[in-house]
């Protein structure tokens, strides 16, 4: 089984609301990431969690916060987003972490988010 | 700067007839070089990858690179093109050592009957 798999596939809210973006593999894998693509763009990379540590977060706004409950999970909660943060939520994952990226990085399909 | 260049946006290519995708980088070290396909709506697979060793690298679905340390540069190849292959391609790098990995900007092929 080499699937990710991210919930909701779409999602819209408003500038005020709180949601999450939901993130599941069960490939044993040990490090987690979160990327930001937005449309006509390369993904941008957000978040590593290695061993359920944050070991890199790329300057990213404290409006989004990422939480990894446990090895094959990972959250992304969002809360005051602005309309520029409309975009394609991309979470992957690989075997091991260390912040080196020589692993395979296994995508999920994304979650392609609208902030109105 | 560290940069990762791909320089052609969109590449129109018939069915059957061979690909080069170009990819160039601007590291102080050679980095970890990588290509990915993007498929419509859908996330990332990574094709093929290189570290170090021969500079000719197999992948899957048909495609291979070559590294050339000479022109920092990481080409994507294929010598016979299908229809399925029409999709965002994206080269990407991993600094080496370093906690960086940066996509190009990407390169959209259209696979015309």
Redesign the interface.
Known sequence: DTE?TQTPKHLVMGMTNKKSLKCEQHMGHRAMYWYKQKAK?????MF?YSYEKL??NESVPSRFSPECPNSSLLNLHLHALQPEDSALY?C?SSLTGG????D??Y????TRLTVL | AQSVTQPDIHITVSEGASLELRCNYSYGATPYLFWYVQSPGQGLQLLLKYFSGDTLVQGIKGFEAEFKRSQSSFNLRKPSVHWSDAAEYFCAVAARPGNQFYFGTGTSLTVIP
């Open positions: 990710v763009k390369p993904p941008e990379l590593v070991s890199i991309l992957a912040g080196h990226f020589t395979t990085q995508f999920g399909p994304g």
